[in-house]
């Protein structure tokens, strides 16, 4: 069976549990015939098992069996709404089926531009995954080309770019754009990968692939118009949380709603510039050193106008 076609009905499967909470495997063999998953073919014990074994494999999603009803249920629904690999890597093949499925529509589907940089993820993983050294040649914006050989110790996508947390030889933390890669090889010399690093620690007081020394904050701000909605189903960090809401009269006695929200993060360049891409939907209230830094952001943007 072509990959393409497995893939489609683990996320049939898990979707179907996911919309139904609990059935037996007669139930869920009935709507995989009436879907017609399988091309008229049923949905045979052992077949689910196998898939069972492989959901769990892939996505640490873990499917039990209630014996006093012999009904099947996801039993550890917080898998799907974490940051994990397994989310994103059940995210993008539900995507991609659909895609699939869809060929005969797609000049009415309008996409985003695919990541850039994704020639170079096969070689970087492997290089991950057995703990061995990359040389690389790399050209930043405006500037000479270099080569450099780093140990490569975790991918991030951020902004449709991919790139690539190393450790140089001067012992140093550095972010690479795999877009600005011009060349990469893996290399035979092995590196110890530190036990207790983890790459989530590392950017969870951030926003975006900036790692500065910018001072963690106590940032709140105040959303405005829908903006709030924004916010409540894609938090801009973890840390973010609803404060309360209230309503502003202006002299007309017209009304504008709004809702406040606090974060604890290190304020980069790639926060403020996410806070600026909302527009007059967000003000920054505190730190007063940040408002003011927003203002003439936003100063420096009227001056040229």
């Given at each position: 069976?072509?990959?393409?076609?497995?893939?489609?009905?683990?996320i049939w499967?898990i979707?179907?549990l996911r919309?139904?909470?609990k059935l037996?495997?007669?139930?869920?063999?009935?709507?995989?015939?009436?879907?017609?998953?399988a091309?008229?073919n049923?949905?045979?014990?052992?077949?689910?098992?196998?898939?069972r074994?492989?959901i769990?494999?892939m996505?640490?999603i873990?499917?039990?069996?209630?014996p006093?009803?012999?009904?099947?249920?996801?039993?550890?629904?917080?898998?799907?709404?974490?940051?994990?690999?397994?989310?994103?890597?059940?995210s993008?093949?539900?995507?991609?089926?659909v895609l699939?499925d869809?060929a005969?529509v797609?000049?009415?589907l309008?996409l985003e531009?695919?990541?850039v940089?994704?020639?170079?993820?096969?070689?970087i993983i492997?290089?991950?995954k057995?703990?061995?050294?990359?040389?690389?040649?790399y050209?930043?914006f405006?500037?000479?080309?270099y080569?450099?050989?780093?140990s490569p110790?975790?991918l991030?996508?951020?902004?449709?770019r991919?790139?690539?947390?190393?450790?140089?030889?001067e012992?140093q933390m550095r972010?690479?754009?795999?877009?600005?890669?011009?060349?990469?090889?893996?290399?035979d010399?092995?590196?110890?990968?530190?036990?207790?690093?983890s790459?989530?620690?590392y950017?969870?007081e951030y926003?975006?692939?900036?790692?500065d020394?910018?001072?963690?904050?106590?940032?709140?701000?105040?959303?405005?118009?829908?903006?709030p909605?924004y916010?409540?189903t894609?938090p801009?960090?973890?840390?973010?949380?609803?404060?309360?809401?209230?309503e502003?009269?202006h002299?007309?006695?017209?009304?504008t709603?709004y809702?406040?929200?606090s974060?604890?993060?290190?304020?980069?360049?790639?926060?403020?510039?996410?806070?600026l891409?909302?527009?007059?939907?967000?003000e920054?209230?505190q730190?007063l050193e940040?408002?003011?830094?927003?203002r003439?952001?936003?100063a420096g943007?009227?001056k040229?106008?």
């Amino acid at each position: 069976m072509k990959p393409a076609k497995i893939f489609h009905q683990y996320i049939w499967i898990i979707n179907t549990l996911r919309a139904y909470r609990k059935l037996t495997l007669e139930e869920l063999n009935r709507k995989w015939m009436a879907d017609g998953v399988a091309d008229g073919n049923p949905l045979q014990r052992v077949s689910f098992y196998r898939h069972r074994d492989a959901i769990l494999d892939m996505f640490g999603i873990v499917i039990d069996c209630d014996p006093r009803t012999y009904k099947y249920y996801i039993s550890n629904q917080e898998v799907l709404g974490d940051d994990s690999i397994e989310r994103w890597l059940f995210s993008t093949l539900a995507v991609h089926g659909v895609l699939a499925d869809s060929a005969a529509v797609k000049e009415r589907l309008v996409l985003e531009n695919a990541p850039v940089g994704e020639q170079y993820l096969d070689i970087i993983i492997r290089a991950i995954k057995s703990n061995h050294r990359l040389r690389m040649g790399y050209k930043k914006f405006e500037a000479e080309g270099y080569e450099k050989t780093v140990s490569p110790y975790a991918l991030k996508l951020f902004h449709r770019r991919w790139y690539l947390l190393a450790r140089t030889d001067e012992n140093q933390m550095r972010l690479y754009a795999l877009d600005r890669m011009t060349m990469v090889e893996l290399t035979d010399e092995a590196f110890e990968m530190p036990a207790d690093f983890s790459p989530q620690e590392y950017f969870s007081e951030y926003y975006g692939v900036l790692t500065d020394h910018t001072p963690m904050a106590h940032v709140v701000i105040r959303a405005y118009y829908k903006t709030p909605n924004y916010l409540r189903t894609l938090p801009l960090h973890h840390s973010q949380r609803e404060m309360g809401s209230g309503e502003i009269t202006h002299a007309d006695s017209s009304t504008t709603p709004y809702t406040d929200f606090s974060l604890d993060i290190r304020p980069t360049s790639d926060f403020l510039g996410e806070l600026l891409s909302h527009g007059d939907g967000i003000e920054v209230l505190q730190p007063l050193e940040l408002r003011e830094k927003m203002r003439q952001i936003l100063a420096g943007t009227l001056k040229r106008c």
